[in-house]
Nanobody, 119 residues
């Protein structure tokens, strides 16, 4: 069974920091990219940041300079260090993994973890 398990969410005041972590299990094929998406109430799910196996990073503009993504390829984990948090960062954050197998690509998602930033 493929699972992505997130941890590290919670409630923090504006200007504070949180660190999200995600551990992937049950995946034996190479993971092309891992990262994070988020979805706020009434909004579509949007990319936050992803990182490829070659360390190429793709980030949403609003988090550049505040969030840092990293991964451990050997352990199939990815983390998101979030600094200078703003109320508009409040959302459910979803871990993401892009997996290739026999020329096909599949996306896997965690259940989501709540991040709430108070003003």
């Amino acid at each position: 069974q493929v699972q992505l398990v997130e941890s590290g969410g919670g409630l923090v005041q504006a200007g504070g920091s949180l660190r999200l972590s995600c551990a992937a299990s049950g995946i034996i094929s190479p993971i092309n990219a891992m990262g994070w998406y988020r979805q706020a109430p009434g909004k579509q799910r949007e990319l936050v940041a992803t990182i490829s196996c070659s360390a190429k990073i793709n980030c949403e503009d609003s988090v550049k300079g505040r969030f840092t993504i990293s991964r451990d390829n050997a352990k199939n984990t990815v983390s998101l260090q979030m600094n200078s948090l703003k109320p508009e960062d409040t959302a459910v954050y979803y871990c993401y993994a892009d997996v290739s197998s026999w020329g096909l690509r599949n996306a896997y998602w965690g259940q989501g973890i709540q991040v709430t930033v108070s003003s």
